[in-house]
């Protein structure tokens, strides 16, 4: 079982800047895939940013060049670098982990939410 904390949510102002924080543990895994997605009140969740074992990368077309997405792969952490921060951007954020156990069976785990709140 993996179990994903996150941290670093809360409320700033417009053009400021959080980072988001989703440590996973438990033991006999590597992990594969991790992301971040949102959710707003009324509205689907959505892909932020993801990024690969290999470090390949992937952002929503409203985030880039704002949000960087990185991942330490020794501490099982992954980071969301959120810069220039929109009202639109406010929502409940998840981390999102892929793992694999042995060569062939992989589990997706969901983080609790942290959020969010951008000001104008």
């Known amino acids: 079982q993996v179990q994903l904390v996150e941290s670093g949510g809360g409320l700033v102002q417009a053009g400021g800047s959080l980072r988001l924080s989703c440590a996973a543990s438990?033991?006999?895994?590597?992990?594969?895939?991790m992301g971040w997605y949102r959710q707003a009140p009324g509205k689907q969740r959505e892909l932020v940013a993801a990024i690969t074992s290999g470090g390949s990368t992937n952002y929503a077309a409203s985030v880039k060049g704002r949000f960087t997405i990185s991942r330490d792969d020794a501490k099982n952490t992954v980071y969301l670098q959120m810069n220039s921060l929109k009202p639109e951007d406010t929502a409940v954020y998840y981390c999102?982990?892929?793992?694999?156990?042995?060569?062939?069976?992989?589990?997706?785990?969901w983080g609790q939410g942290t959020q969010v709140t951008v000001s104008s």
């Open positions: 999102n982990v892929v793992v694999r156990y042995g060569s062939s069976s992989f589990n997706n785990y």
């Open positions: 438990g033991s006999g895994f590597s992990i594969n895939y």
